[in-house]
């Protein structure tokens, strides 16, 4: 077993040494599971900040089902994943282009999302993608709605826990029902609510860099769930 120390993590990231198993190896990333199933991660570059994740300049060498320690004594936080529901609202100014985001559905890689907009809850696991684009505009889709202070409908949070998706994804979306969120993600949201077209043209830009169609997906979750707020 080796302990690691990021330099760097996000404000939920637990202030005591815990002790982790390796669930998925990536370029950028390492993915663990601590208590209760959650997932949390390691990472080198700063816009991959989610919740519960820590920076560190580079990734070391570890196996699947490997056992790590990781300490946060020697960071700092670097990043609040939390949702501040309602507290800004969006800028009217931008509405046509946010509206556009949907237009990524007719995608012939996204189109098998087009049958369940009225029943998102059926996109569960549905679509290409490691996180099946249903999962990424799903989480988009929370992602309005808690940033709006709206609530979202009960099918879709027991769909989760009935049938669930893949390790991954039921995190992801289970972090946007808790009110965490991205920081793509939340750079949009905070273009938004101002006033530059480059700042909003530069975060949408980042959120369509991650993943091969996540971003689009995520995207179109989140200007559908806009627009039913609107």
Known sequence: MITLYPFERSSDWP????????????SKAIN????????????????DYLPRAALIEALPFLKAGETVKISPELSSVGF?????????????????????????????????????????EEMLGLGPGTTPAGDDFITGLVTAFRWSGVEVNER????????????????????????YIWKRGKKLCQALTGSSASELL?????????????????????????????
């Open 80 to 120: 609040d994943p939390s949702i501040d529901p309602g507290s800004e609202s969006v800028n009217p100014l931008w509405q046509p282009l946010w509206r556009e985001w949907k237009r990524f559905l007719l995608d012939d890689r996204l189109d098998c999302l087009l049958d369940h907009l009225e029943n998102p």
């Open 32 to 47: 663990f599971e601590g208590e209760n199933n959650r997932r949390y991660s390691l990472i080198t570059g700063e816009p």
């Open 202 to 230: 530069s975060a949408a830009g980042r959120i369509l860099q991650w993943g091969h169609l996540s971003g689009r997906a995520w995207l179109a979750g989140f200007s559908t769930g806009l627009e039913g707020i609107s």
């Open 15 to 26: 202030k005591t040494m815990i002790v982790m198993k390796v669930h998925s190896v990536y």
């Open 156 to 179: 879709l949070v027991k769909a989760l826990e009935k049938n669930g998706t893949t390790w991954f994804s039921a995190q992801m979306i289970r972090d946007a029902l808790n009110r």
